[in-house]
């Protein structure tokens, strides 16, 4: 039944199914949400840690280690590079270890994509960027 298996594969799922194989260890449910905290825990534990720390489920499974997002202010002189940032997440950083370049999965177009207003999309990566600078380390 192929029309069923069409029609059951929307939203995000479908987004990723588009991606490359590495994208498929990471668990998607779909969540209607723009709350940053939630969806760090729904799309980015798995890898980060639900602490941001790097140590979620699936990192031990990458070749590259997932960066501990607690320390990325500490690592840019005391300074949350928040724009950085939101482009790592959005896959459209130029810096070598971007998002999506190797284990990380591009987030921008996913989250675009999973409602019917685009605008959320940013909104998600910018709430998940504040999310970030919030559990930094002093
Ligand atoms: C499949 C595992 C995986 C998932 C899921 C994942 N990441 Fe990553 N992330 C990585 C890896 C691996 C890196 C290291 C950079 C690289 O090689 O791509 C990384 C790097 C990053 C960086 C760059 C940190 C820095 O110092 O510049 C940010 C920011 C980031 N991730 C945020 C997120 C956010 C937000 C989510 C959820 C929307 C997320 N990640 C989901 C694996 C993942």
């Known amino acids: 039944m192929i029309l069923g298996l069409l029609t059951t594969g929307s939203g995000i799922g479908a987004a990723l199914a588009q991606q490359t194989p590495t994208v498929k260890k990471v668990p998607v449910h779909s969540t209607s ?6 969806l760090f825990r729904e799309y980015c534990a798995v890898c980060h840690g639900t602490t941001g720390k790097g140590n979620g489920p699936a990192a ?19 300074k949350f590079p928040v724009m950085k940032i939101q482009h790592s ?10 998002h999506g370049s190797k284990d990380m999965p591009v987030w921008g177009s996913l989250f675009r994509h999973m409602g019917a207003n685009e605008d959320l999309g940013q909104v998600r990566v910018y ?8 559990i930094q380390e002093k």
């Open 60 to 78: 031990a499974a990458l070749k590259v280690a997932p960066s501990d997002l607690t320390l990325v202010a500490k690592q840019n002189n005391g």
């Open 89 to 98: 997440i959005n896959g459209e950083s130029n810096v070598p270890l971007a």
């Open 33 to 38: 949400s723009v709350d940053g905290k939630e």
């Open 127 to 134: 709430n998940l960027t504040k999310y970030i600078e919030s």
